[in-house]
């Protein structure tokens, strides 16, 4: 069967260029190539502006690529959609604040063929509770938590989150984060936008930033990582020699800066085995270290070289 | 799926207890005042063919029925504007279904005022030939479903619960210019023509004043002929939809 070979997105030079009346036009989406396979969990990351709920428009089907193509599992998106194998939480609005959560779940479960059961999506989602509440008497996780029902409810293969925690506090992020957890169990593709780095970190396998509608880096998280800032080696020199072993330091090709506070240096290198090696061998060091960057790090290098190519 | 989605419309609709009073109770209140309980309601049209009671209970309905449609053409308007439509994009149902949708609640909700009235109507004196009751029900439902489109075009244009509110309200204005709450004479009547009310209003009317206009101060009646109404209501359903298709337009550059 072809199908099951078939990735869950296929995305193949896409553009999306918006001309709005009376306004110069704004080109959100510059070229996208990415292909997300079967039951991978991909955090999308770029600052506002970055073009990623555009991205993911074009992949539910919300909007058309100026260029490009958009396949979803092998199909275009709105077939997808209408299979009910792509489903996604919104970022924002979305939700009738006059009806109450249990009728905003029944309204959209009637739109599916073969919906989940009700009850069993609102009691997955904590929502059991809440379930004869008005959507406006409910706080902004609820509302999220109620997106996220309905986002459940034809089964999706394939989930899309547009920022999903967005407004909420840190005890609501992690239990939203601890259901998804129990839901992509059973083997979903998962692509979810996001600003929070530890929440690319905590939950993705794989992290693909873009800024500028463009993607800048895409990888592991360790591979993101390590690809903004290398890695940082660190190690404590004999007194005397300190000075000429950082001067040697910096005359390396694969060493990005060498820093001496005290009689300890620090690295920062694109290679860290053959740094560490040095250290220990000719330059006389000890008490050595190896640490990857952090996310965040990452992140503002590589969105920061992007913005200043694009200055240019 | 439309089956389920109509009756969570209908309940919504019948939680909005204010906007039912404006579409429905009001109305009925304004056709016993002015209607029902006056000594000229029962002098019959120049016509013969019904009453002042229920000329007047007519005009009442149809004040009912379009600010039914307004209200329900504007909130779907905003609903889809904030978000709902996205929520629905993502979900196989189609836009053909939501219109629909759209559109029996409309006329559900449109058949509230025009029910209420006539039973009061026909329970108060108005009385007229079966022809004329039956007719001026289907003109008025009709009239105002097209009135759904300046409900529609006030919500794509501002896209606020509160727009649609003031274009519920502007129907008060209109009814006025429109010939609707009071008959109108020389220079205000040649306005009234011209305004987006006149037309259907009349053509409810039709059936019961085959076109001779009411007048207060005991001149002669005037004949207004059936072109009139009717042109005044092809002209603004094309400016309606013109306005409603350009604000759709926007809507998607914008996206």
């Known amino acids: ?67 490009g193509r958009v396949a979803v599992h092998g199909r275009p998106a709105r077939t997808a959609v209408l299979e009910g194998r792509v489903s996604a939480v919104l970022q924002s609005g979305g939700l009738l604040h006059d009806l109450t959560v249990r009728e905003t779940v029944q309204v959209i479960a009637s739109a599916y063929r073969q919906p989940r059961d009700v009850d069993e999506v609102l009691e997955r989602t904590g929502l059991t509770a809440l379930a004869r509440r008005r959507v406006s008497k409910c706080s902004g996780g609820e509302q999220q938590r109620l997106r996220f029902a309905l986002a459940l409810l034809p089964d999706p293969d394939l989930l899309v989150l547009d920022e999903p925690t967005a407004g909420m506090d840190v005890g609501a992020r992690h239990e939203f984060w601890a259901t998804m957890r129990a839901e992509v169990e059973g083997g979903r593709t998962v692509v979810f936008a996001t600003h929070y780095l530890e929440e690319a970190d905590a939950f993705a396998q794989r992290i693909v930033m873009v800024a500028r509608g463009r993607v800048v880096a895409d990888g592991s998280t360790a591979e993101i990582r390590a690809r903004a800032t290398g890695r940082t080696v660190s190690a404590t020199l004999p007194a005397a020699t300190a000075q000429q072993a950082v001067a040697t330091l910096r005359r390396r090709p694969d060493v990005v800066a060498a820093d ?53 | 799926m439309t089956a389920v989605y109509y009756a969570m419309e209908l309940r919504r609709t019948g939680r909005d207890v204010v906007n039912l009073f404006f579409t429905a109770v009001l109305p009925a209140f304004l056709y016993v005042i002015f209607g029902a309980s006056q000594d000229y309601s029962t002098d019959m049209l120049p016509t013969g063919r019904g009453n002042v009671a229920m000329y007047i209970m007519v005009s009442m309905a149809a004040y009912g029925a379009v600010t039914a449609t307004t209200g329900i053409g504007g909130m779907a308007a905003v609903e889809r504007m904030q978000g709902w439509g996205r929520q629905l994009g993502l979900t196989p149902m189609r836009d053909s279904q939501y219109v629909l949708v759209k559109a029996q609640l409309g006329l559900t909700i449109a058949l509230i005022p025009v029910a209420l009235i006539y039973v009061i ?71 009234a023509k011209l305004t987006p009310l006149y037309g259907i209003v009349a053509l409810a ?51």
């Open chain 1, 260 to 312: 001496l506070a005290g009689d300890r240096v620090t690295v920062r290198t694109g290679d860290a085995d053959a740094v560490a090696l040095a250290l220990l061998t000719d330059l006389g060091g000890s008490g050595l270290e190896i640490t990857t960057g952090s996310l965040d790090d990452a992140f503002l290098a590589l969105t920061a070289d992007d913005l200043v190519g694009a200055d240019r």
């Open chain 2, 205 to 255: 009317r039709e059936p019961l004043t085959e076109g001779w206009l009411v007048a207060t101060d005991g001149a002669a009646p005037v004949h207004d002929p059936l072109w009139v109404p009717v042109a005044n209501v092809a002209v603004w359903l094309t400016i309606l939809t013109v306005l409603a298709v350009l604000l759709v337009r926007r809507g998607r550059a914008r996206q």
């Open chain 2, 121 to 191: 109507g026909f329970a108060t004196g108005a009385a007229g030939e079966l022809r004329a009751w039956l007719l001026s029900g289907v003109l008025v439902l009709a009239g105002a479903a097209l009135f759904s489109l300046y409900g529609l075009v006030f919500g794509l244009a501002f896209r606020t619960e509160g727009a649609v509110s003031a274009a519920s309200g502007s129907l008060v204005i209109l009814a006025f210019l429109g010939n609707l709450f009071f008959p109108l004479s020389g220079t205000m009547l040649t306005i």
């Open chain 1, 1 to 67: 069967m072809t199908t099951t070979t078939e990735p869950a997105i296929d995305l193949v030079g896409v553009t999306k260029t918006f001309t709005p009346v009376g306004r110069p036009p704004v080109e959100a989406v510059r070229g996208i190539d990415l292909r997300v396979g079967r039951g991978e969990i991909v955090a999308f990351l770029g600052p506002n502006g970055a073009g990623k709920t555009t991205t993911l428009d074009m992949v539910l089907g919300l909007t058309q690529p100026t260029a």
